[in-house]
């Protein structure tokens, strides 16, 4: 037997460190690719008759942060809308840059965001006289509102365009909860009937109170891009709703005899006349410029001309969920914002805050962290919020204290309401693997447990604390918005979602506007003519390790078929509404509107 157990420790040996080996070279790869990454690139140039070259592919943020390509093991930098906004400002004056290209079939970016950019796009075909094409084998409704921005929109002959009016879609889980005999018990507030966050697991369909909100808001939406088209196509509210209602386009020829498009060309045609517009010769080469490259320098140009003394504005990003600890590109950690604020308030040479908010709200706790904050900055200095496509629910708690709210008219926010959710699983744990479930304790029985059910004197204790919580909100609410009383907010909140354009009309938000309208009322308030942005929070020094996170995280995700991602995102959002920590101010739900 010896000679058997020593070829197999051999040869158990050699896969060890043939494994070893390749886990070795793997990691190296990973983080040469990622040093390389920051290594001196070659300098970007601009050629003369360059046409800038639009074409989002991976999800838009409100600033840029290093993502792993899984894939091709490259480090790449995800375009934000600061990037976008500052690129688009410095191509105004840039005489290389002869005019715009957008050529894209999707927009990876919420319905204010998309706003805001479609707006910059505008700006800069106004101030630089410069022209803009849009052009694509198929528009989505979204990507088709931003090409409306351009002078001219093409289509390719057999493409299409998306347009048939706006949706949203939520899926329910009560009949599965009651298949797998699992009690999800939901405390929210007492008239927070429109906080329905909670109703996946209390119906199997939507409440009166959330299709409400929900045609409201989207009719809100649906009708600010009607106002934008026809601004730049021609066509009235009416044509449009007419032909998103009977799905006139169904092809690329309807598309264009409904005036949705200008003309069918092929893409050897749009370059011809691209070249034609850039003044490039018929034998020469089209010069398209990435605009993310091109944004990213002129970003990264304006913060490096800056010394950190001459920095005199501060805006700080605060985007995605709310919790508490510290946070990261995607969330909000109470400890990271409140830093970040905490830095800007005590620094001297900071004169005005800019709260630039993206978030459908989260912990209710770590939300009052942040509220803290912005009171003690408010006591300084100016203040002014500035929301992005989402500012709900605890995303509006932390925006409540300042001077001025700017919101652009399909910013969703409001949601001003409370809730919680304690999952009982002590039956199908004993009826379907035959687990009990049995505890000794010195006083009451613990209340927040999974493995029993809410007493009824328990659940009327966790009723009055999320009741004092909601009023607590309230309160805050009417302190920092003027005219308005803990009776009006109550009115106007229960939980109930608004868009940007019915949010100024109950008191909400102050003015329809982007983050640089914010940035000027600030500037204005503090009196500063000549405004110096510092942005916070302040990125992490050892942007090694937060990429390697981020490879951790997420490399699931990437092998996904889009139908099981989709599937993702609904589970996604199970784990969000039964893995929350202590009361929450937090969205309904992660609204998607297509």
Request: glycine letters at 8%; charged letters at 25%; one cysteine or more.
């Amino acid at each position: 037997m010896r000679p058997f157990w020593r070829s197999f420790f051999a040869s158990s040996l050699a896969l060890i460190l043939i494994g070893g080996m390749l886990i070795i070279v793997l990691i190296a790869g990973i983080a040469g690719a990622i040093s390389s990454a920051f290594e001196p690139k070659d300098e970007f140039s601009v050629k003369e008759n360059s046409v800038l070259h639009i074409k989002f592919k991976n999800p838009i943020s409100e600033v840029s942060f290093a993502e792993f390509d899984k894939q091709a093991l490259e480090l790449k930098q995800a375009l934000g809308l600061r990037e976008i906004k500052a690129g688009l400002e410095k191509a105004k004056s840039d005489d290389n840059i002869k005019g715009i290209y957008i050529n894209n079939a999707s927009m990876p970016a919420g319905m204010a965001t998309t706003e805001e950019i479609r707006n910059a796009i505008l700006d800069f075909k106004k101030e630089s006289g410069k022209f803009v094409v849009a052009y694509g084998e198929v528009f989505t409704q979204k990507a088709y509102y931003l090409a409306t921005a351009a002078d001219s929109v093409y289509l390719y002959p057999e493409g299409m365009v998306e347009f048939q009016g706006l949706s949203s879609e939520y899926m329910f889980f009560k009949k599965a909860i009651d298949k797998l005999g699992l009690d999800v018990q939901i405390i929210r507030g007492s008239n927070n009937k429109f906080k329905s966050a909670v109703e996946p697991f209390m119906y199997d369909h939507m409440s009166d109170a959330n299709r409400e909100q929900t045609m409201t808001y989207l009719n809100a939406l649906w009708n600010q891009m009607l106002g934008g088209i026809t601004e730049t196509r021609g066509l009235s509210s009416a044509q449009l709703n007419e032909i998103a209602d009977s799905v006139y386009v169904r092809s690329a020829e309807s598309a264009k005899e409904y005036n949705l498009v200008d003309d069918l060309i092929y893409e050897d045609e749009i370059i011809a006349q691209l070249k034609a517009k850039a003044g490039t010769k018929e034998d020469e080469e089209l010069s398209l410029v990435s605009f993310q490259k091109y944004c990213s320098k002129a970003a990264k140009g304006d913060d490096n001309l800056l010394k950190l003394e001459d920095k005199n504005i501060a805006v700080v990003y605060a985007v995605g969920g709310i919790q508490s600890g510290k946070g990261s590109s995607t969330t909000i950690g109470s400890e990271t914002i409140a830093k970040a604020i905490r830095e800007a308030r005590t620094d001297d040479n900071i004169k005005a805050l800019v709260l630039r908010v993206n978030s459908p709200g989260g912990s209710a706790l770590a939300s009052d962290v942040i509220w803290r904050e912005m009171v003690l900055a408010r006591e300084k200095m100016p203040v002014v919020v500035s929301m992005g496509d989402v500012a709900a629910s605890g995303g509006y708690y932390i925006a409540c204290q300042s001077d001025r709210i700017f919101a652009q008219p399909n910013t969703i926010t409001g949601s001003i309401g409370v809730f919680g959710v304690l999952p009982n699983i002590s039956k199908p744990l004993e009826e379907k693997l035959g687990i009990t479930v049995d505890r000794a304790y010195t006083n009451r029985p613990s209340m927040m447990t999974i493995t029993r059910g809410l007493t009824e004197e328990e659940y009327k204790i966790v009723q009055e604390s999320v009741d004092d919580i909601y009023m607590d909100f309230k309160q805050k609410v009417a302190d920092g918005r003027p005219g308005l009383d803990v009776a009006g907010v109550d009115s106007i909140g229960q939980g109930r979602v608004w868009a940007g354009t019915d949010a100024i009309k109950i008191g909400l938000v102050d003015e329809l506007g982007g983050i640089d309208d914010a940035i000027a009322f600030a500037a204005e308030k503090a009196e500063i003519e000549d405004v110096k942005i510092s942005v916070y929070p302040k990125k992490e020094s050892n942007q090694l390790m937060e990429v390697l996170e981020q490879f951790n995280v997420d490399a699931s995700i990437s092998v996904l078929s889009p139908m099981q991602q989709k599937l993702a995102s609904f589970m996604k959002a199970v784990e969000i509404a039964t893995a929350v920590e202590g009361v929450q101010a937090r969205l309904p739900y992660d609204i998607v509107v297509e």
